[in-house]
């Protein structure tokens, strides 16, 4: 019997070669296509399938920092930039170091910046950044030693 180990402190993630540190606890980091990668379509007649391939792989990326995180002043600045037209589009480099998975995309913006408010707790800062063409790889998990 193989067993693996899942550790939530192996997610890497850089934007524009910072890295993104501070996630709040409990939360999550999706990145996820915007489209379907594939259609297909079949004839009337039930016969013939025609496969259809996606040619648009733009990429959503959400996330939660901790209200203290030193990234949410990086992603404030980058918004900051791209909305005064001084910049603001970064790579962006994720790596899950608990396996083989990764993805990456040579432009990314800050596509939805965080509500202010509070609580009698920190509720987080969640951050969605929109990705340009982005390629992914979905590996397995390393099998624990």
């Known amino acids: 019997m193989t067993s693996y180990v ?3 402190s192996q997610h890497f993630l850089t934007i524009g070669g910072v890295p ?26 039930g016969v013939g399938v025609v496969f259809n391939k996606s040619n648009n792989h ?19 600045q980058l918004y900051s930039d791209f909305r005064n037209r001084r910049g603001g589009v970064s790579p962006m480099y ?9 993805a990456q995309s040579d432009a990314c913006v800050v596509q939805s910046v965080p509500s202010l408010g509070g609580g009698a707790e920190s509720g987080g800062r969640e951050w969605v950044l929109g ?15």
Do not use: H, W
Not at 131 to 145: D, L, P, Y
């Open 94 to 102: 994720f790596k899950d170091n608990n396996g083989r998975s990764l």
């Open 6 to 8: 899942y550790d939530a």
């Open 58 to 76: 733009l990429a959503t990326i959400t996330f939660t920092l901790n209200e203290g995180s030193p990234a949410n002043d990086v992603l404030s």
């Open 20 to 45: 993104i540190q501070g996630f709040q606890t409990g939360s999550t980091l999706e990145i996820v296509f915007d489209e379907d990668q594939s259609s297909r379509q079949v004839d009337v007649d």
């Open 131 to 145: 990705c340009g063409q982005t390629t992914m790889f979905i590996g397995g998990s390393e099998a624990a030693n």
